[in-house]
C-alpha cells in the first residue's frame, strides 16, 4: 500500500466557509455533525484534526463529499476516476481514496482502517440515508445496532444508516474497503455517538 502523506490539507477554512455558505450556525452545524459546538469551533480554527468519520460527518451535514470538502475538486464532466488521480490522504488514523466524482448523490471511497483504533474511530453513528461496504482485504467488525456481524474479503453490507452502526478493524494490519454512502442534507440531525456527541446512547 503506497503510504500517504502526513500532513492533513488545510481544512479548517474551508469548513468555516462551508457552514457559512450553508447559513447554519455554529450550534446547529455542530448538533447535525454530532459534535460539540466547542469542538467544532476547535476545527474550524484548525486546533483540533478532524478524523475522518468526523469529515464524513461534517461533509454530509453540508451534503458535499470529503474531497471538495478538502478542496480536491475533479472536473465534474469527468466520470472516470484513474487511479494515478486517487492520491492518498489521512485522517485521524483512517487512509481513504477518492474513487467517484463530485457533484453527485453520493460519495464513493477506498478505505484503509487500521486496527484497534479507538476514540473517534470508534464513534456509533446514526444519520439520515444509507452506507454500502466492501472488504478487499483483512477482516472487520460491522456493528448494526445490537447485531455484530464480522466480514472477510468478499463480504459486503448495505443498511439504512438511521440505525446505530460502527466499524472497526479486527485482523492484523487493518482492513481495506471500499465505501459508499448517500449524501444529504436534511432537517433530522446526523449523530455520531460518542465521547464528543451531545447526546450519548449506550452502545457496546
Do not use: K
Not at 456509533?124 to 482485504?137: N, S
Not at 483483512?138 to 446505530?164: I, K, Q
Request: a neutral charge; hydrophobic letters at 40%.
Amino acid at each position: 500500500m503506497n503510504q500517504p502523506p502526513d500532513p492533513l490539507p488545510l481544512v479548517a477554512p474551508q469548513l468555516r466557509a462551508l457552514r457559512t455558505r450553508s447559513g447554519l450556525t455554529l450550534e446547529v452545524a455542530a448538533a447535525r455533525a454530532g459534535l460539540s459546538p466547542a469542538h467544532l469551533s476547535r476545527l474550524e480554527t484548525g486546533h483540533r484534526t478532524p478524523s475522518l468519520p468526523m469529515l464524513l460527518a461534517l461533509a454530509r451535514t453540508y451534503g458535499t463529499t470529503v474531497s471538495d470538502l478538502l478542496g480536491e475538486v475533479p472536473p465534474e464532466s469527468d466520470p472516470i476516476v484513474r487511479a494515478d488521480r486517487m492520491e492518498a490522504q489521512q485522517a485521524g488514523g483512517w487512509t481513504y481514496w477518492r474513487a467517484g466524482g463530485s457533484g453527485r448523490a453520493m460519495q464513493a471511497l477506498r478505505l484503509h482502517v487500521p486496527q484497534g483504533q479507538a476514540g473517534q474511530e470508534q464513534l456509533v453513528r446514526v444519520h439520515p440515508g444509507e452506507e454500502w461496504l466492501y472488504v478487499t482485504a483483512g477482516r472487520m467488525r460491522l456493528t448494526l445496532g445490537e447485531a455484530v456481524h464480522e466480514l472477510g474479503p468478499g463480504d459486503a453490507a448495505h443498511f439504512d444508516s438511521l440505525t446505530p452502526h460502527r466499524i472497526a478493524a479486527v485482523s492484523q494490519g487493518g482492513a481495506d474497503l471500499l465505501f459508499m454512502h448517500t449524501l444529504m442534507q436534511s432537517g433530522a440531525p446526523g449523530l455520531c455517538l460518542g465521547d464528543a456527541a451531545p447526546n450519548r446512547r449506550g452502545m457496546p
